[in-house]
Structure formats: C-alpha cells, structure tokens
C-alpha cells in the first residue's frame, strides 16, 4: 500500500519482520531501545500491503505512549493521519470512535477494566491486536487481563483469515516466569502453554513453602530445575529476541553515584518517621500508617519535603540533595544535555528552580504537561534547551531523549519497570551520537535511597514486593 524511503532496518528488525511473514502470532521480546515499535510498524505495513487494505488494528499501550504510537505511524509509513485514532478522554468518546469499520485505533490498558468499552471492542474485533508492554497483562486476575484474553479469541473466531496478534516488550519477566502465561494466553490462545493458569503453573513450578502448617502458609512458587531451559524452548517457536548489547553499537554505559548529606532537620524528620511513624514539623505533623505511607514519606524527607496530615507540604529549609544537583548542573558542560528524573511534583518545582538560577532553559514531560511531544521535541532539537525535567510515569516509556548524554535520577521509584523504561528514553538506538552515556544516582547512604537503588540492581521490584522493603524499614 506504500513504497516509502525509510531509515535502513537493523538485522534483529529484518528478523521480526521476516517471523511476522511466516507467523500470525508473533512476540518481539526486543531490549528497551532496540526498535520494536518501528518494527511492529514495518509488520503492519506488510500485513497492509498482503491484504491491499488497511486491516483493523487495535494497538493497547501505556497512556504515556497512545499519542506516540500516532506520531511514529506517520514518521514510518505514508498512513494517513485520518486512520489513525489515538482513543483518549471520556470513554463514551471512545466507544463512539471505535464505530468506525477501519483504521488503527490506540489505547490505553486502564480501558479494558470497563466493561462497556470492552464490548464495544468486542461487536467489532480487530485483525490485528498489539499488546506494547505486554508484560502487564501478567496479571491472571486483572479485569483487563481478563478482557483481552476474551477480544483475542473473538478474533479467533470472527477474523480468522486476518487474525494477527503480536505482543512486544523488553521485559516479559520482570517477577517470575510465571508472569509468560498469559501474556502467551493473549498472543496464541494457548497453543504454546495451554488455557489453564493452574495447569501451567503446576508443570512448570513448585510451591517452596507446602510444608508449613495450613494456618501460617503462604505459598512461594518457584520454577522447577528444568523449567528455564524448557519455557526458553518453547517461547523461541513464537518469538523474535533482541539484547541491547548483541544488537546495537552503543556507547559506554557509566553508571556513578553521588552521596548526599541530610540537613539536621532531615535528619530528626527520618529518624522520627522510621522508628515511630510520626514525626513533628515546624508547621504541623506527619503521619504515616502503614508501611507503604511510611516508605512514601522517607523519600519525600530525603528528597526536600514531607507531606504533613492536613494535605500541604512541608518544605525543609536546607536542603543537600538540591544543592548537589545545582553543583552537578553547573559542572556539567554547556554542550550537554541532561535528563533530571524525579518521582514528586514538589521536586519538579525545586528543579525548575534550579536551572532558573543557573541561566539553563529547560523542558518537562510530567503528569501536569498535556503536550509532551512538544515538550521532547523542543528538548531534541534546541540547542539551548538543556535539562528535561522528567516523571519517571510521564516520561520514562515510549519516547526518545537521545539528545541527552546524562540522566541524574534525582528521585527515584520502587518500580523495576519505571527504572529500566527510563534509562532507556536516552541509552538507546540513536544514542551513539555520544561517546558515552553518563547515569548519576543522587544517594543518601544508610536510608531507603540504598534499599531502593540495590533491589533495582538487583532486578527486584519492590512495587510488587512490598515485603521485602517492610524489613529494612
């Protein structure tokens, strides 16, 4: 349907695309950076041109990257922009627009949990279904897991000469290997691991803990001794796999970090919270009633800030870890560009404040942009636009920062996830512009920061582990 001049595939993308010519079911388990989206869009583009039409086609993604998907559409195919349907805003909105007999439609999975725009889905299921970041399908019991088990086998049933479901991520375990099922459930129907969780489950693991008593028991599946290489055999019929380092030819990746002090009334703040779970400020009380708050509010302490019981925030009058950063922004050269990635709003007003008194003219793609792409456009492509000020949720998924050859994680998140997707926005295809890519971890040793940045090192996710962080608070 098109004959356009593009940028030249790398091999792994070649290899997708030929996969997707033999395959109606196909997962691109590509590292962060490495291209998948450009090559779910070549395999559209194949699947186009094959039937002479632009097949129904229903891409399901993180809200951060809906509007992505669109401009990206138009950067590697000659698909009109009337085709293409980034479904946002009210849900009635969307079910209206999903009326429409073709085109792609791009949505968020928070959608999938109401049931009227699932069946709005279902009385005209895609030809194609995308699953980007497929990985948080692994949820078995989520309404949305559930609903779209249900839109791919309607599409089994009803598009059986134009059925093609694909999934992609970097990271399709981040827990266990458990987390493959039904993310295979949605790609295949079951053909690589059956229809039944529990089935899967008992062949594949064991429950480590069957012998305690039945009233302290809580079970902790683990994978068998040959599980591994058993799920590597069968996941490699159905996938195409892509390793950042095997694949690309990027620059060093440095990853340092930066000690930084807490002020004598941080300090009391910390301590306080940690042993009683209150602390007393000057302009109220912070409280913090189960370990999660209580976790919460170490790292707003350690980041400047504490959000006390009547709803405002109290602001530590010294603050190191600002002071840190303001040294680190005016060492940095005049030529670089750098992302600060915080996890607050309060921190983002702190930053802004920063790069305002060192004269730095700055960008922002957090939760309070609407327009993020203008945001990351400008940042890309302004040379006097040095500091992106960045949310880990906001900015750290589907878009690219290349221009950056520093990150500074100011603040960071207890999600594995947020930690990868993020330092992938600029250490990435495209980053070999640079002769290095610089991490700078700002750290308050002996608090949460070292818990957190550990487990992420680790590859643990502590969102999902709350347990694990309980002992060490």
Known sequence: ???????????????????ARERRSLALFFDLGTGKTRTAIEILRLQFNKHKKILRTLIVCPSSVVMNWQSEILKFSKISKAKIFPLRGPL?????????EDGIFATNFEAFAFPN???SVLANPPDILIIDES?????????????LIKISKAMELERRDTCYRYILTGTPVLNSQIDLFTQFLILDGGQTFGTSFFQFRGKYFYDKNSFMPKQSHFPCWVPRPDTTEKLKELISRISVQAKKEECLDLPPLVRTEVEVELSKEQKRAYEEMKKEFITFLESGVATASLAITKALRLQQILSGFIKKEDGDDHVFKENP??????????????????????IFHRDYEHIKKVCESLGIKYAEVTGLIKDKQAEIDRFQNDPECRVMIASQSAGGTGVNMTAANVMIYYSRSYSLEHDLQSEARNYRGG???HDKITRIDLVAKGTVDDIVLKALRDKKNLAEQILDLKKYL
């Open 1 to 19: 349907m098109d004959n356009l001049e593009l940028p030249k595939l790398w091999d792994h993308q070649i290899k997708g695309l030929s996969a």
């Open 92 to 100: 009635a909105q969307r079910e209206k627009t999903l009326q429409l």
């Open 117 to 119: 725009f699932v069946n």
């Open 135 to 147: 990985h948080r399908c692994k949820d078995s019991t989520a309404k949305r897991t559930k609903n």
């Open 321 to 342: 870890r600002l002071d840190t950063l303001k040294d680190i922004l005016s060492d940095i050269k005049d030529t670089s560009k750098v992302i600060v990635w915080s």
């Open 431 to 433: 980053s070999d512009i």
